[in-house]
């Protein structure tokens, strides 16, 4: 190449070479070489340059050969003997033709020449630096021409820059077509990174910040300048705590090979916000530093979610009504608290608070005032609690307490609960202002110690409860502590109300009934109806053992209408029978919870419903039931009395109701205790003789119950009693047995 450099004009090669280097057009470079070795070989030579594109030559530059000749030629197939060109490339050899006319090579192709007045035709093929041919280099003649050494080597010279040409233009087209691919890459992601809210940072494994991308996007627009980042270190953007979060995320990232999750804060222009970064490796990001390992980072701010996720937490977790955490959130926390007093030996205590008269409140003043008081009843607990107590709302009028732990034993937190109760007591105690008027309200409380992790959330709750239960049974507005004692009472208690609820609609309670009869006469007056439950595995079961059960869950009503039944039923079943038609009354036990409550109706349906007369009824109550509102229960007795209802005094004597008080009520008789009767034998029959005159002189009729002996009936009959009842003359009998002995004692 040197020797053939020396060959050329300098000027034009120095023009050629930089035509060249500047990236000009390939025609362009390749016609500057046409005309240079023209000027340089005398312009009897043509020059021609073809194109290698696979098997064909196609057309390069020929600035002086007639254009109906270069388009003749364009695209000919190479071969053994295709033209000093077509040949030349196929052998990868210089052929040197003459003479066309006569040339073998030129068989085919002499004519196009010869008809354009080329006589000669040397072909030298242009090889790239590899060695691969691309193209030829001819030299045409008008005359029929050798090539002397000199027109050889300026032939060299010429092709061999050709070659540059090409080459140049091959590999800067290569170059073009792998910057399109990467500016179609490119734009791919730019409108990529632009729809998605995230920014992408590349970080190296030490934090440095080494590009940003995709700065115009939502979580992009943070900072002023978002491109300062770049050389700053993560740890000079966030504060230590999240900076040290961001680089065990980064060093994780590295070492897994995994993408990595995680939430961060950072301090924006807006404020602080909360991210969610994604990280994952990416290799070989800067090839001149091989050794240094980078990661991708694409940072989306999330606060907005994360403000929707806290306002949806506090939906599920706090109360909306008082903003004080909810059950859920109590539940939490209470066992946060029985961890640490497992693991700690912490102790603590939760307060059960019920508000004693809100319903109340709530039925007469409506719903929205109700809502306000519990408002004012939050706000007002509030302020009693330490920093780490907790109060909640449990729903309606209950609140939910629980201290902060303490290290100590329960004596302790046994004191700090008191005190706190007292608090609580007397905040509640001063009225509230509602609605214009003034309302008193109290609170009645249950307190349950949590120590050593004995008991979980839902018993440490239960028993809470409960000991707030005892509280109202022991006349509300005050505090209990829950005591296991009194808690196996109400268990049994409970379990007990199941079985009787349970064996009520199972038919199991039945009635028995003891005959009262005239002392001097022996006939039949009437029956006492006492019920009883005919357990299937323990038998007969006495009502002393589930009547006040029963009284004190309600299930009494269910009980008396099983006895009203079938005492209704009895009676029509002995109207059958003309010996007792009309004859036969029925005393029925009434409770103290009863005579308070809805008796009236209870009493009048079912007797009207059986079609029963109420005079054939009897109601059995106690001095006790008298004591209480004397007005109201007179007006009752009057009303039930009006539809044919009689009165008896049970038990009389045992009370402490003097004879003239219960002059007052609607009363037909009173039933002398058996305890009286018994002492007729003990001690003598004065206190019997003096309840008995005096009765008599009041005008009320006389039954003495519990008479067992001869010794007992004598000396009632001789005072004129006016019915006895005891074992002496039958023991309480079902049903049948009873018809039986009825029927048996009138003949
Ligand atoms: P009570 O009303 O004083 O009933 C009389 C109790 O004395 C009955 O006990 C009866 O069996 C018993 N008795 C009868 N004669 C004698 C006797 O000669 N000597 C002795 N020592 N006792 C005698 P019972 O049936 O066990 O009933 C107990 C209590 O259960 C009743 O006392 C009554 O208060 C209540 N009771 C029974 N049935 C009912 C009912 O249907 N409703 C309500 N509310 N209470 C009922
Ligand atoms: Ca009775
Ligand atoms: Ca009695």
């Given at each position: 190449m040197i020797q053939a450099d020396k060959h050329l004009d300098k000027l034009s090669y120095h023009e050629i070479i930089e035509t060249i280097a500047l990236g000009s057009e390939l025609p362009e470079c390749l016609t500057q070489i046409c005309e240079a070795i023209e000027q340089e070989m005398g312009l009897e030579a043509y020059s021609s340059i073809l194109l290698l594109e696979g098997e064909h030559l196609r057309h390069g530059?020929?600035?002086?050969?007639?254009?109906?000749?270069?388009?003749?030629?364009?695209?000919?197939?190479?071969?053994?003997?295709?033209?000093?060109?077509?040949?030349?490339?196929?052998?990868?050899?210089?052929?040197?033709?003459e003479d066309i006319a006569s040339s073998p090579l030129w068989e085919d192709f002499s004519s196009l020449a010869l008809e354009h007045n080329l006589l000669a035709c040397w072909s030298t093929p242009i090889f790239s630096s590899s060695n691969e041919i691309l193209g030829t280099f001819a030299i045409y003649h008008r005359s029929v021409k050798t090539p002397n050494i000199e027109a050889l080597n300026i032939i060299a010279s010429y092709t061999h820059l050709s070659g540059v040409a090409i080459e140049k233009h091959k590999s800067s087209?290569?170059?073009?077509t792998l910057i399109d691919a990467l500016n179609n890459a490119n734009s791919k992601l730019n409108a990529f990174l632009s729809v998605i809210p995230d920014l992408a940072l590349v970080i190296d494994e030490f934090g440095a910040y080494v590009d940003i991308f995709g700065t115009n996007g939502k979580s992009g627009s943070l900072f002023e300048n978002q491109q300062r980042v770049i050389g700053e270190n993560v740890r000079d953007v966030f504060e230590h705590q999240e900076a040290e979060k961001v680089m065990s995320v980064i060093a994780k990232t590295i070492e897994t090979g995994d993408v990595q999750v995680c939430e961060y804060h950072l301090n924006v222009e807006k404020g602080i916000c909360i991210f969610e970064g994604r990280s994952a490796v990416v290799e070989n990001y800067l090839p001149d530093e091989p050794d240094k390992k980078h990661i991708v980072w694409m940072g989306r701010d999330i606060t907005r979610r994360k403000q929707n996720e806290d306002k949806i937490e506090k939906l599920a977790f706090y109360d909306s009504l008082t903003e004080l955490p909810n059950r859920r959130l109590l539940q939490q926390h209470l066992q946060k608290v029985i961890d640490q007093s497992k693991d700690h030996r912490h102790v603590s205590a939760l307060l059960y608070c019920d508000l004693d008269n809100f319903k109340r409140i709530n039925d007469s003043l409506g719903h929205a005032i109700g809502d306000e008081l519990l408002r004012l009843v939050a706000k007002r607990l509030k302020p009693i609690l330490k920093a780490d107590e907790i109060i909640a709302r449990m729903g309606g009028d209950e609140f939910v307490i629980i201290l902060s732990p303490i290290a100590g034993d329960s004596e302790k937190i046994n004191t700090e609960a008191r005190t706190t109760a007292d608090k609580i007591i007397a905040t509640m105690s001063r009225s509230f202002r509602l609605n214009e008027g003034e309302y008193k309200i109290s609170t009645s409380i249950g307190i349950a110690i949590i120590e050593n992790g004995d008991h979980s959330a839902g018993e440490t709750l239960r028993r809470a409860d409960s000991a707030m239960y005892q509280s109202k049974s022991a006349g509300k507005n005050r505090y209990a502590f829950y005591n296991p004692i009194l808690q196996s009472v109400i268990d049994q208690r409970l379990q007990l109300e199941r079985e009787i609820s349970a064996a009520i609609s199972q038919d199991q309670f039945i009635v028995?009934?003891?005959?009262?009869?005239?002392?001097?006469?022996?006939?039949?007056?009437?029956?006492?109806?006492?019920?009883?439950?005919?357990?299937?595995?323990?038998?007969?079961?006495?009502?002393?053992?589930?009547?006040?059960?029963?009284?004190?869950?309600?299930?009494i009503f269910k009980l008396q209408d099983v006895v009203m039944k079938h005492s209704c039923d009895l009676i029509k079943g002995f109207d059958q029978n003309p010996n007792f038609k009309g004859k036969m009354s029925i005393a029925i036990n009434i409770s103290a919870s009863q005579f308070s409550g809805d008796i009236e109706d209870a009493l009048r349906s079912s007797s009207s419903e059986q079609d029963v007369d109420p005079k054939r009824l009897k109601l059995e109550i106690t001095e006790s039931m008298l004591m209480d509102d004397v007005d109201k229960i007179v007006q009752q007795m009057l009303r039930l009395k009006q539809e044919g209802f009689r009165f008896s005094v049970d038990d009389f004597g045992t009370g402490y109701s003097s004879l003239s008080y219960l002059q007052h009520f609607p009363i037909d008789e009173l039933k002398i205790d058996k305890s009286f009767v018994a002492q007729i034998d003990i001690d003598g029959t004065a206190i019997v003789d003096t309840i008995i005159s005096l009765s008599q002189t009041l005008g009320f009729n006389i039954i003495a119950e519990g008479v067992e002996n001869e010794n007992q009936l004598k000396h009632l009959t001789h005072h004129k009693v006016r019915g006895v009842q005891g074992y002496l003359i039958a023991k309480p009998m079902p049903e049948n047995e009873f018809i039986e002995w009825a029927i048996k004692n009138e003949r």
């Open positions: 530059a020929s600035p002086r050969l007639p254009p109906e000749y270069t388009s003749a030629i364009d695209g000919v197939t190479i071969g053994e003997s295709v033209g000093s060109c077509g040949t030349a490339a196929y052998s990868k050899r210089q052929v040197i033709v087209a290569r170059q073009q028995y009934y003891q005959p009262q009869i005239n002392p001097v006469t022996k006939r039949i007056i009437g029956a006492e109806a006492l019920i009883r439950w005919q357990h299937p595995e323990k038998g007969i079961i006495s009502p002393d053992h589930f009547i006040p059960v029963a009284e004190q869950s309600g299930l």
